[in-house]
């Protein structure tokens, strides 16, 4: 998506830009060549993996946007299927050493005096009525 910097909005530049601030940050890179992410040629692994987790952020589909040959993306249709499904990725490693790094970023923004919390709950049930659980927050986004 880096070739496409100059047609974005202001906004989507935004976004852009704080996702590759992250992806420097935990240095994804490295981790993935940890977790067995690598490719014999063509789009490296993390600008693949960088382009796929920001169609979240841009509201887009993976289907639609892979099917309608978007040209916003740096590579083809298979390309993105081959590196979803590739069974020599390690992913449960990648997704522990992110969420270990997050963790422990986390962790020092609180003092010590302050109990460390992070929860999250993938749970499909909808909790409308609890509005007196501990430590609950809820997402304006699945309303």
């Not at 841009?58 to 946007?65: E, F, K, M, P, V």
């Not at 010590?112 to 049930?125: A, C, Y």
Request: with cysteine; proline share 1%; glycine share 4%.
């Amino acid at each position: 998506m880096t070739n496409i910097i100059s047609e974005m909005t202001p906004n989507e530049q935004k976004i852009q830009s704080r996702i590759d601030r992250f992806f420097g940050q935990i240095n994804l890179s490295k981790m993935l060549l940890q977790c067995n992410f690598y490719k014999e040629s063509g789009i490296h692994c993390a600008t693949v993996l960088k382009e796929l987790f920001s169609l979240v952020f841009y509201g887009q589909n993976l289907y639609r946007t892979l099917s309608m040959q978007n040209k916003d993306m740096s590579f083809k249709k298979n390309t993105a299927y081959r590196f979803l499904n590739a069974s020599r990725f390690n992913w449960e490693r990648l997704l522990l050493l992110i969420m270990t790094r997050l963790i422990s970023s986390v962790d020092r923004l609180t003092g010590n005096h302050r109990e460390s919390v992070l929860i999250f709950d993938d749970s499909l049930f909808s909790r409308n009525r609890s509005k007196k659980v501990e430590l609950l927050a809820k997402d304006s986004g699945s309303m």
